[in-house]
């Protein structure tokens, strides 16, 4: 019996084309709830309202459709029972919370510049590992110099994308690395909703169990955060305002083709696209529907070229495409 793989493989392009475009629309949720944050004053108010309105699409998705019903009900009790799972596959949810509770946190310590590149900085670096690891669904990947290079490089773009934005002042080196630790997590989260779409058959079971996770502890921060004396404005009805609501809907889309192309993209690949995408999305946003005192600056221009083209050197495939064994 062959022993542990390595494999050197050409991503699909239909896989790599989804994945940049799911960045893309990661840029509404962004958008969407940044303008709820203010509307509310609290951003981890701001994220239980996106979960649930989330956890309820997708309770309404499980609900309707037999397969994944079939998968919650059937596929995740038996692949426990049989070790195909384990307990801590379904702990994805808690990388959501992370990215939430960091971006609530640090975002007013260390500004939107620094988190966006420290975040980048933990994805990459951890999918690198998950991916060497075969932590995903995918198998082990080798990390070649090229991969290398395409994640620090995307990284750099990022932070030459919004270095035109950073804030002066003395740097809260604490908060730098809560942000690096919660990208990690996430590239984490990517691997273990993966796994757990492959083995049941069907991605929705992973992202439900996964918004479930994340509300409940976004729900005991925004406990403890009452009360120590914080106080918030109640949002608006999603009726009045409905494009301030639409970071859950965005959220679902995001989590469950995340846990269906991990395998054929791998973790950094798949973080690599997505960020590729996130950083066009928000130039198209910056230059169609721009926020007051918002200017499109060359920096973010040129951030974009880099990052496409790191990403782009990533995704070519090797001179000899093969699976090696151990």
């Given at each position: ?123 990459t670096g ?73 083995r049941t ?36 009805a999603p ?88």
């Amino acid at each position: 019996m062959a022993g542990s793989s390595v494999q050197h493989l050409h991503p699909p392009l239909w896989a790599m084309v989804l994945a940049f475009t799911v960045g893309i629309t990661s840029v509404v949720q962004a958008r969407s709830n940044g303008e709820l944050a203010i509307a509310t004053g609290d951003g981890l108010l701001t994220g239980v309202l996106s979960l649930a309105t989330g956890l309820v699409i997708l309770v309404v998705i499980v609900a309707a459709r037999g397969s994944s019903r079939r998968a919650l009900i059937r596929e995740v009790p038996a692949a426990l029972r049989d070790g195909r799972l384990r307990w801590w596959h379904f702990l994805g949810g808690v990388g959501g919370a992370c990215y939430i509770g960091s971006q609530a946190v640090t975002v007013p310590l260390v500004g939107v510049a620094v988190f966006t590149v420290s975040y980048v900085a933990g994805v990459t670096g951890m999918s690198l590992l998950v991916d060497r690891w075969g932590f995903g669904p995918g198998g082990a990947r080798a990390v070649s110099r090229r991969r290398v290079l395409s994640a620090v490089g995307t990284t750099l773009a990022v932070g030459l994308a919004v270095s035109g934005r950073l804030l002066s002042g003395d740097l809260v080196w604490w908060a730098v690395g809560a942000v690096l630790l919660a990208g990690a997590v996430v590239a984490t989260q990517l691997a273990l909703n993966g796994t757990v779409a492959q083995r049941t058959g069907d991605p929705m079971p992973a992202a439900l169990i996964n918004f479930m996770l994340a509300l409940v502890l976004l729900l005991i921060g925004l406990g403890i955060e009452h009360l120590v004396g914080h106080r918030w404005a109640p949002p608006p009805a999603p009726w009045d305002q409905p494009l301030l609501w639409l970071g859950g809907v965005t959220g679902v889309l995001y989590i469950t083709v995340a846990a269906v192309l991990v395998k054929p993209l791998g973790v950094l690949l798949f973080g690599l696209l997505t960020i590729a995408g996130q950083l066009t999305g928000s130039l198209l946003s910056d230059l169609l529907l721009p926020t007051p005192g918002t200017v499109v600056s060359w920096q973010l221009i040129a951030g974009v070229l880099l990052a496409g083209a790191a990403i782009g050197w990533a995704a070519l495939p090797p001179r000899r495409a093969r699976v090696t064994t151990a």
